[in-house]
């Protein structure tokens, strides 16, 4: 077969000598591959007009329909919730109250290789935590009286509606260190290390909140001297509206959102994180919400802790 120099020719012949290429390899590729190994250069022009005739008729077939080939993100669903949300009366998507908090799942015990882990359920939000340790520190480190806390925070590949794009999140474990370092009694295990890695199986908002207070459950599990165990809630702003423990559907269309991290017991907050537009009297109102909401959530985990220490002894 005669090499002919296709650069020079239109798309239209470069089209239809690949259509010949293809039925002369469909008949007689049995033949070529006993004669002779295809030339590389033919088959990768082949796949490529191929691939560009494939793009043509698609845009020639949404163009007969009257749909637009291209399109940018839509941003009038989101400017609809919206407004939505921001009305004095709406109802949340799940049915909830303003005021209500999404039901709570925790168990611990979630990993049999760490020496504690816990496992916890906020409506679609699905979370599990390990922690391993105190072990030994790396020589590599500077001798320290007290102990270290390594925090870690990923999402699976699953686990938002786009696929493949799980990774660590740099932002979420050191906020999480910080909201659980002033728990934890460092000088118990000095010259050591406790590494506490947390993992998002499904993100359904309040991803955050949900991982401090599973954080926290699983360091207790592992027998980590703390304070007080730690519990953390999220408030978002609509206008004048205040809505406790949101979905992911409600934080894309907040105005702002406050979190708060205490320890119930001792009425301490070890984290607040505030973002947005807010009023004076909002932040106030937020605050009591958060706080009374992070006392009920201490009282589930603390039921939790029994109950495991009931079953295993």
């Not at 949404?62 to 993100?73: D, E, I, N, R």
Request: one cysteine or more.
């Amino acid at each position: 077969m005669k090499c002919v120099d296709v650069e020079e020719k239109n798309i239209d012949t470069k089209i239809l000598m690949c259509r010949l290429l293809l039925n002369f390899w469909e008949s007689y590729a049995e033949v070529i591959v006993a004669a002779t190994p295809p030339n590389p250069f033919f088959v990768l022009t082949f796949l490529r007009e191929r691939e560009r005739e494939r793009e043509r008729e698609r845009e020639r077939a949404m163009a007969s329909t009257g749909a637009p080939t291209t399109y940018p993100p839509s941003q009038s669903r989101q400017h609809q919730d919206r407004r939505l949300f921001q009305q004095l009366d709406w109802n949340r998507p799940d049915g909830r109250t303003f005021h209500q908090c999404r039901p709570a799942f925790l168990r611990t015990g979630a990993a049999n290789a760490a020496s504690g882990s816990a496992y916890a359920e906020f409506g679609a939000t699905k979370v599990i935590v390990s922690v391993f340790g105190p072990r030994e520190s790396k020589k590599a480190m500077m001798y320290s009286d007290i102990g270290r806390l390594n925090c870690n925070v990923g999402y699976t590949t699953f686990s938002t509606p786009t696929r493949g794009q799980g990774s660590d999140n740099k932002e979420f474990s050191s906020m999480l260190h910080k909201a659980l370092e002033g728990a934890i009694i460092l000088e118990s295990f000095p010259k050591t290390t406790v590494d506490v890695f947390a993992l998002v199986l499904e993100s359904g908002g309040g991803d955050l909140p949900v991982i401090i207070s599973c954080a926290s459950l699983a360091l207790a599990d592992a027998g980590i001297m703390m304070y007080d165990l730690v519990s953390s809630v999220s408030v978002s702003c609509f206008g004048m509206n205040l809505v406790v423990d949101p979905t992911a559907e409600e934080e894309a269309c907040q105005d702002g959102s406050l979190m708060v991290t205490c320890m119930p017991s001792r009425h301490e907050v070890t984290q607040l994180t505030l973002t947005g537009e807010w009023s004076v009297a909002n932040i106030n109102e937020a605050m009591d919400l958060c706080l009374d909401a992070c006392s009920k959530l201490g009282e589930i985990m603390r039921s939790c802790l029994k109950e495991s220490a009931s079953s295993s002894s």
